[in-house]
C-alpha cells in the first residue's frame, strides 16, 4: 500500500528538530537517572515521541492525521492522460 505524504515542507522540518530534541532530552534525563518510577516512565515516553516526531518527519506521512482527514501538504495537480 502506497501512503500519500500528508505533512507540508514547513511541518516536517518542525517535527524533524523538534522531536530530536524532544528524544535528545529525554535520553539525558534517562541516562542521568530517573528521580521515581513516574519520571522515569516520562522520560520513556518523551524519547518515544521524539523519534515518532522524526520518523513521520522523515517520511512525510503521519497516520494520526490520515485517520483524521488532515494534510497540511500541498495538493499536487492532476497529471492529464494523453
Not at 530534541?21 to 522515569?40: D, E, H, K, Q, R
Not at 515521541?49 to 497540511?72: A, E, K, N, Q
Amino acid at each position: 500500500m502506497r501512503r500519500t505524504q500528508n505533512l507540508g515542507r514547513l511541518e516536517r522540518w518542525v517535527r524533524i528538530l523538534g522531536g530530536g530534541i524532544l528524544a535528545l532530552v529525554g535520553f539525558l534525563l534517562l541516562v542521568a537517572g530517573p528521580s521515581s518510577v513516574v519520571a522515569g516512565v516520562a522520560e520513556g515516553v518523551l524519547v518515544l515521541l521524539g523519534l515518532d516526531f522524526v520518523v513521520t518527519g522523515i517520511t512525510g506521512y503521519c497516520p494520526l492525521y490520515r485517520r483524521l482527514g488532515w494534510s497540511t501538504a500541498r495538493a499536487r495537480p492532476e497529471q492529464e492522460g494523453p
